[in-house]
């Protein structure tokens, strides 16, 4: 027998994989397939046999002496299958025959519900759960419970009790080697495959990715390449905007943003595709015209994230392998092991070593509240509102990137002089007279260290940092707290996402990396009081940096996200205090 999509009621075979948008049965390796003669999986349901071949005649002729009702669907108008055979299911009164009929579309959002054929006959099934093995729970333990509330059909990585079992008798259960890897080609199948109806970009690195994603979206979109993005900052497409629950969706989400997308006109879409993404087959399924390498450095190693370096290196790596063009930062140390053995096409941009897109005569540019840079590359000169030699990569990778789809260079350039990237050195203007302050993401030792050297090249009078850590290693909180004591000029340590650490405890330790030579520090755990503490301290010429959080909408705290928003929190902040301050007469 054929592999049951759900719970007995679609039955694919023969040609049947294909028409669903999955492989062939022997290239799904790990697959166990619930075969027609398990009557008790069968008896008294309604099924529909997909195929047309002898296999898929047989199965339905078995079946429609265990069914209720079979309906036997085929993309031409004759079988394959032996005339007496055909003969033998044509007899049978419970059986019906859809021809020159193509599973299009599988029906039901949030829970799968039906088939609809290419006649527009819908057929009714009910609902498919795949377990996942996570980092902290496994939902295998809650099999019985997702089948008692409706579920028709479980995929499972690993055997389950024989107890559960039992208690399933309805149930097709269907094992996989991989059921996030089977999840993203049942869901590319489920939302009617719409990767293939738009032109797919990824990026890829370890930072960069959120600038690059969210600067080439904006730049297509004002040259009319009707484009999406998703990232960090949630999801974006056609005027609305999507929160999302992690940089790169589990692969259910992402093709339903997808067909949303899709269905909203969009073309093309820019994605942010994290080492987590590549590494738990989140894109598994989807071919990417262009994927971008912008950096790598020791990133997400831990007991929940990646064992070691090389195999969080390796995971950003597989996206070279599923697209057509790869685009490569040359000046990255790492560049050369990402390209080496990608089959795709390459080409590469740097500042400083040879490349296919080069940047010369790189300056900073300040005016007012505007921090950025200018550049001149393949003979076109650019100005971006994004400051620091970082961002003329991110610059350079979204030139190479969209050029691939417009020869519009003079269009180009000013569609990109007019971008900012919420949340990424972010100046949020008329906060406190005389002073600057900047929103930014840096929560690592290497984005603070970029982030403060890029602040120092404006020359303020000084450099507040409020910053903090949580849910991460020792090392890294340390290399954070170390990065900030020689790069500023004071520092108040707050919360930043502490998850289910003790923000008292995380903020003592990293307080230990204030020494002799360090800048002064203060530790307050109410980030809103830090923000307050640090707007109390800022004088003319000051630059305040509020770092980890960006235009995160949230604090993650006990395995909860609290609603925060950084914006909203420090101009209430500064509003309080500039009321409570004497008015001059």
């Not at 679609?10 to 994989?17: C, D, E």
């Not at 059921?179 to 590319?188: D, E, F, G």
């Amino acid at each position: 027998g054929g592999p049951v999509l759900a719970r007995t009621v679609v039955l694919a075979t023969g040609a049947g994989p294909r028409r669903l948008g999955l492989p062939r049965e022997d290239t799904l390796p790990g697959v166990s397939y619930c075969a027609a003669c398990d009557g008790a999986f069968f008896r008294g349901k309604d099924v529909a046999v997909v195929g047309g071949g002898n296999s898929a005649v047989g199965e339905a002729l078995l079946l429609s002496r265990l069914c209720r009702h079979v309906t036997l669907v085929h993309r031409r108008s004759t079988f394959r299958a032996s005339a007496a055979e055909l003969a033998a299911l044509e007899k049978q009164d419970n059986v019906t025959f859809c021809r020159n009929s193509i599973v299009t579309e599988l029906l039901g959002r949030e829970r799968l519900t039906g088939i609809r054929l290419q006649n527009g006959r819908e057929l009714e099934i009910s609902g498919l759960f795949v377990c996942i093995v996570g980092t902290q729970r496994d939902s295998h333990d809650y099999a019985a419970d997702v089948a008692a509330k409706g579920a028709a059909v479980l995929a499972i990585q690993h055997d389950l009790p024989a107890e559960v079992l039992a208690a399933l008798p309805d149930v097709t259960v269907v094992k996989f080697e991989n059921t996030r890897y089977a999840m993203a080609l049942l869901s590319t199948a489920y939302f009617g495959r719409p990767a293939l109806e738009m032109t797919m970009v990824g990026v890829t690195g370890t930072k960069g990715k959120t600038t690059v994603a969210e600067t080439a979206c904006s730049v297509m979109n004002r040259m009319g390449l009707a484009c999406g993005v998703i990232g960090s900052n949630g999801a974006a497409y056609a005027g609305k905007h999507v929160g999302t629950s992690n940089t790169t969706p589990e692969s259910y989400e992402l093709m339903r943003l997808f067909r949303a997308m899709r269905d909203e006109g969009v073309r093309y879409v820019v994605m942010e595709v994290s080492s987590q993404a590549l590494a738990r087959h989140r894109v598994d399924g989807i071919t990417f015209d262009t994927a971008v390498f912008t950096n790598l450095s020791p990133d997400h190693i831990g007991t929940e994230e990646h064992p070691d370096y090389a195999h969080y290196r390796d995971s950003k790596k597989r996206l070279f392998a599923q697209c057509r063009h790869g685009i490569f930062n040359a000046d990255d140390p790492e560049a050369e092991y990402m390209m080496a053995g990608s089959p795709c096409e390459k080409s590469t941009y740097a500042i400083h070593r040879p490349a296919d897109l080069r940047a010369e005569g790189v300056n900073i540019l300040k005016a007012g509240d505007l921090f950025g840079m200018e550049f001149t590359a393949a003979g076109t000169t650019y100005h971006i509102r994004m400051p620091g030699e970082y961002n003329v990569y991110n610059a350079l990778a979204v030139v190479a990137l969209v050029g691939r789809y417009t020869d519009r260079t003079c269009e180009l350039a000013e569609a990109l002089s007019y971008v900012t990237v919420p949340g990424r050195f972010e100046v949020l203007p008329d906060v406190m007279p005389g002073c600057t302050v900047v929103l930014d993401f840096a929560h690592n030792s290497i984005s603070m260290n970029a982030l403060l050297q890029t602040a120092r090249s404006y020359d303020p009078a000084r450099i507040i940092a409020v910053f903090g850590t949580g849910g991460r290693t020792r090392v890294r909180r340390h290399q954070l707290g170390e990065a900030v004591a020689k790069g500023a000029d004071l520092a108040i340590i707050t919360t930043d996402d502490p998850d289910r650490d003790d923000p008292a405890e995380v903020i003592a330790d990293i307080a230990t990396c204030f020494g002799p030579g360090s800048c002064p520090h203060v530790g307050i755990v109410d980030r809103r009081e830090a923000v307050r503490y640090a707007l109390e301290q800022m004088r003319p010429g000051d630059m305040l940096l509020l770092c980890g959080k960006g235009r995160e909408g949230y604090q993650l705290v006990q395995g909860k996200k609290i609603p925060y928003d950084e914006e909203e929190t420090v101009r209430s902040c500064a509003r309080e205090l500039l009321e409570s301050r004497p008015q001059a007469l």
